[in-house]
């Protein structure tokens, strides 16, 4: 059983540049969460998707959006890079309303803008 | 404003000793609270979820306290390993509809 995946592992952009991260969440999942973790901090809330709609929302700029497709899978997309969205971008999923609570987590997208 | 605090320093201890990390929050009413281990470079792993209604939660050298009086949680590791050496997060959920948020987490070395 697979768990989340997702890709790429590793990316470098530029500033003002625009990138998209992907994320396969783990089998019999619907919702997906993506999170940003900066070094030495904790994981920030950036959106949540569930029925392919956008659920809830962080305290994140409109250049980062995302999407849900219909076999649950996800993709976030930040625009206009600036130095400060440098970071590791982590995806979550967990198995909808109410069963279990826990998340969890793909190894991340690690994005360096230079 | 909400905030969940964590120990900032990283935590060092010896091997065979109980390792406890501490969970702050304030303006909070979580339903539930959990803990995630997470190593440099990866993904965290989820480890233990404790209810409001749940003082104490054990998963084998595993034990989360939860006293929402105090607005806190203890994690302890007993008889703590070389293995255990990683960043411990604390979360909190559901906060404002369906997020979970996270602490900075605790970096805690055991050395052998």
């Known amino acids: 059983d697979a768990g989340v995946t997702q890709s790429p592992t590793h990316l470098i952009k530029t500033r003002g540049q625009q990138v998209t991260l992907r994320c396969s969440p783990k089998s019999g999942h619907d919702t997906v969460s993506w999170y940003q973790q900066a070094l030495g901090q904790g994981p920030q809330f950036i959106f949540q998707?569930?029925?392919?709609?956008?659920?809830q929302r962080g305290n994140f700029p409109d250049r980062f959006s995302g999407h849900q497709f219909p076999n649950y899978s996800s993709e976030l997309n930040v625009n206009a890079l600036l130095l400060g969205d440098s970071a590791l971008y982590l995806c979550a999923s967990s198995p909808g309303q109410g069963a279990r609570l826990e998340l969890f987590f793909g190894e991340g997208s690690r994005l360096t803008v230079l | 404003s909400q905030k969940i605090e964590q120990n900032s320093e990283a935590l060092n201890i010896q091997e065979g000793k109980t390792a406890t990390l501490t969970c702050n929050y304030t303006n909070y009413s979580p339903a539930y609270l959990q803990w995630y281990r997470q190593d440099p470079g990866r993904g965290p792993v989820f480890l233990l979820l404790i209810r409001e209604n749940e003082k104490e939660k054990r998963k084998e050298r595993l034990k989360v306290t939860f006293d929402t009086t105090l607005k806190q949680s203890l994690f302890h590791i007993t008889a703590s390993q070389p293995a255990d050496s990683a960043t411990y997060l604390c979360a909190l959920g559901p906060t404002g509809g369906f997020k979970t948020i996270f602490g900075a987490g605790t970096r805690l070395f055991v050395k052998a």
């Open positions: 998707y569930y029925e392919e709609e956008e659920r």
